[in-house]
């Protein structure tokens, strides 16, 4: 019991320094790894980079602490964070206060329903998620996950449109005016170190050197170069106007947003104190509505301001600590200007006319907090509960379906004893802890469980030396971050899900059965074709999965038998086998219960219509394992359709469960105790004898039947 609750004192059985050593560096290699990694899916899960690193201190910990898996690392992951923004944009701008808070909820929400699974043992309930269903969305998660960082790879700023194909139309018609070529060298330079060290030795920490290196060479060259001015520095006219509107809009936008929302609050006290609808809940419901096409229409004008000012391209002059910018394509005769391209950052607030940011080179990671993360508890109320509920619930299935498939790999390799229900447990801990600590939604890493791995860890302990090595890293290292160019971040994430795109398993699929082939492909482009909603891809699967399996629980296999020459009882059709024309032995594979009792009934009819010399059924009960009072009500019917006509029935091969169900509702004696048999050897030898023995049927009949061969020659 004691290990049930605190598994990691397991690790401490024949510990000694030696291990401890082994473990440390495997931690130490796995942080090197982790701090880059964590800081590129924060910002894929729209955050400042910083939160990566908060994602990284507590989970690694709780989860290798309380989970059952040795060598599982646990933090920011790629899916989970592309499905923890794709989820929240709706709800708050990405990158905002509130935004960030929604983001620390969910990863609470995750983590409550995760333990409250491992805790009840319905790890079960994550076979739901079919491998055909996890491998299409994994496929085209990936490549949304890749494309979303071209924009960062470009060095162009787009906002972002409905579906996530409009959004890179928008980022392609952006590099085609403007790339920043020294973003794009960086990003380009960081693939192929990444690529190069990674052939010339695995276990070279790639990610580490290339982020390194670029960083040393951005702090040395100045790649960020910006610089805040007031309106009067830009020779530009007009400029001061479209700044204007476009802050007023951003305004607009936001007074409608606090309407709505003021609105909203009435509607839940309506609905609240009244159970029927009212009218004053139908005209608040209206005014919603109403607020809510204004502010699309607002968003539209401001989208088409917030664009036009991003495409204006300045040079600048350069004196006496004080900047003048012009219009590239304005600039007045015998004005010298630095010949840099300068742009005007802008956002999704209001920009102030005194200190307006201009761009002269590329983006870095800049600022991060030093320190560790505030402690404090989510405050988790029950609107905002349901409100993430069902996002919730995605992420988790989806979680720890690649943090099980993780550690079940691992497992196979170092001989483990793995327990999944366990394993929720420490996940959903990791991440209920975890956001205490400021950290958003966190799952399984396989890059970084393959490292850790690689490295020879051998307990959890290796994951306790990684969550110090970031505490270490907020405490002292934060500033060696400030130069990381955002392109490198991008650069890193590309290469992480690389290893997400698996084109063989549409195919194996395929090949398995043709329908799990076409439900992978049809989830992998619903879930293109609607990303950001990434849940539409997982909801299509799952459905398609259950219409399947539906339709063949539905219709399950009923087969005639007949002998092989190897004297056993197989389908008819199937080996195009020649059947008794008197007996007919049906095999009924699988439950028979209330979808498929009538299915029974027409198979047994088509087969008394094909042979018209039929005497006696044989059900075959082997493969019916389960049976309801749907089930039984057919099946009593069956017996008495049958004998009404003038042909026996009997069943063989009967097991108990089912034989219980019939013991208990009298079944088994409608049926008779002298037509239940143990298997079908028996049950066609009695048969046989039967026809023949005080019927007019003549013997002869069947020297010619397949069936005679299990009948005992002393008969």
């Known amino acids: ?17 030696g291990k401890f050593k082994t473990d440390f560096l495997a931690g130490l290699t796995v942080a090197l790894v982790l701090i880059p990694q964590s800081m590129a ?22 989860a290798a602490l309380f989970g059952s898996s040795r060598q599982l690392a646990t933090g920011p992951v790629a899916v989970v964070s592309l499905m923890s923004a794709a989820s929240l944009e709706p709800l708050a701008t990405a990158g905002s206060a509130e935004f960030i808070a929604y983001s620390v909820i969910l990863a609470l929400t995750v983590g409550i329903f995760q333990f409250s699974l491992g805790v009840l043992r319905l790890g079960l309930v994550v076979n739901f998620l079919s491998h055909p269903v996890v491998n299409g969305f994994t496929n085209a998660a990936a490549i949304i996950i890749a494309s979303s960082q071209f924009s960062k790879f470009f060095g162009v700023y787009v906002d972002k449109a409905e579906h996530h194909y409009e959004t890179m139309m928008r980022v392609a018609q952006a590099a085609m005016d403007y790339t920043h070529l020294p973003t794009l060298l960086y990003g380009i330079a960081a693939v192929v170190i990444m690529v190069v060290l990674r052939k010339i030795n695995p276990k070279i920490p790639n990610v580490l050197i290339a982020v390194t290196i670029t960083t040393i060479i951005s702090y040395f060259t100045h790649f960020n170069n910006d610089t805040k001015v007031d309106i009067s520095a830009i020779a530009y006219p007009g400029i001061a106007e479209k700044i204007s509107a476009f802050n007023h809009s951003i305004s607009t936008i936001e007074r409608l947003g606090n309407k709505r929302s003021a609105v909203g609050i009435e509607i839940d006290d309506e609905l609240k104190n009244n159970d029927k609808p009212t009218a004053r809940l139908i005209d608040l419901q209206g005014q919603v509505a109403t607020l809510t096409l204004e502010m699309g229409e607002v968003k539209h004008e401001t989208h088409l301001m917030r664009r036009e000012l991003r495409s204006l391209k300045f040079e600048a002059v350069h004196t006496d600590d004080q900047y003048s910018f012009y219009n590239q394509t304005d600039i007045p005769q015998g004005i010298t200007t630095d010949n840099n391209i300068w742009r005007l950052k802008v956002g999704n607030t209001p920009l102030d006319l005194t200190s307006l940011l201009f761009m002269g080179g590329g983006a870095v990671v800049g600022r991060i907090p030093e320190g560790l993360p505030t402690f404090a508890v989510p405050d988790l109320n029950m609107k905002t509960f349901v409100k993430l509920f069902p996002t919730a619930i995605i992420i988790s299935l989806l979680g720890f379906m690649e943090a099980i498939a993780i550690a079940k790999a691992m497992a196979a390799k170092t001989g483990q004893k793995l327990d999944p229900n366990q394993e929720l447990i420490g996940q959903g801990l990791a991440n209920m802890i975890g956001s205490i600590g400021s950290s958003y939604a966190v799952s399984g890493s396989f890059s970084r469980s393959a490292v850790n791995l690689q490295a020879g860890a051998l307990s959890g302990i290796s994951s306790v030396v990684t969550s110090v090595m970031v505490v270490i890293t907020l405490l002292f290292f934060t500033p060696l971050l400030y130069h990381l160019p955002q392109a490198v971040l991008a650069a890193v994430i590309m ?24 439900i992978s492909v049809l989830c992998f482009f619903v879930t293109l074709y609607f990303a950001p909603h990434l849940d539409k891809g997982i909801m299509v699967g799952v459905a398609l999965s ?5 339709y063949k629980s539905m219709r399950p296999v009923v087969a005639t038998l007949s002998l092989t020459e190897d004297n056993v009882l197989k389908s008819a059709e199937d080996y195009r086998l020649k059947g008794c024309r008197h007996i007919s032995v049906v095999r009924f594979d699988g439950a028979l219960f209330f979808a498929n009792a009538s299915y029974l009934d027409e198979q047994v ?4 219509t094909e042979q018209p010399d039929l005497r006696y059924i044989l059900l075959d009960a082997r493969g019916i394992n389960d049976m309801d009072a749907s089930g039984e009500e057919a099946l009593e019917m069956l017996c008495k359709r049958i004998r009404s006509a003038d042909i026996g029935f009997a069943m063989c091969g009967v097991k108990m469960q089912v034989l219980d169900v019939m013991e208990r509702t009298g079944l088994i004696e409608e049926v008779g105790r ?7 050897k028996a049950a066609v030898a009695a048969l046989v004898k039967r026809i023949h023995n005080g019927t007019d049927l003549p013997k002869a009949g069947c020297n010619n039947c397949p069936l005679t061969k299990y009948i005992p020659k002393t008969i």
């Open 495 to 518: 290469m992480a899900v690389i290893g997400l795109v698996n084109i063989k398993g549409f195919v194996h699929a395929w090949k398995a059965q043709w329908y799990d082939g076409a």
């Open 674 to 680: 002298q037509h239940m048999f143990p298997d079908s």
């Open 546 to 550: 259950m219409v399947v399996f539906l």
């Open 605 to 608: 009819l088509k087969f008394r």
């Open 41 to 62: 899916y924060a910002q894929l899960a729209g955050l400042p980079a910083y939160y990566g690193l908060y994602a990284a201190f507590l989970p690694p910990m709780v």
């Open 1 to 17: 019991m004691i290990l049930k609750i605190l598994p990691f004192l397991d690790w401490f059985k024949g510990y000694s320094g």
